[in-house]
């Protein structure tokens, strides 16, 4: 069974939540993802984008970012 989904976008700090890293560490690793799918700097990055770069599994990361 899929997660549900509650929030379509991921920010910085929950990536900070997710990695362990800084804020700034979380930071650019929004920017290098928004380069790779050739966004622009006002859109945002949905979370299964940052799942499919970073090759973590979506079942894993619902659970950090809800709360």
Known sequence: MKPEVKRVCIYPKDVQRI????????RLLLIEVKKHYQKEPHQLVAVEEFCHYTGLQLEHVIPLIQG
């Open 19 to 26: 990695t362990g890293r800084s804020y700034r560490y979380a």
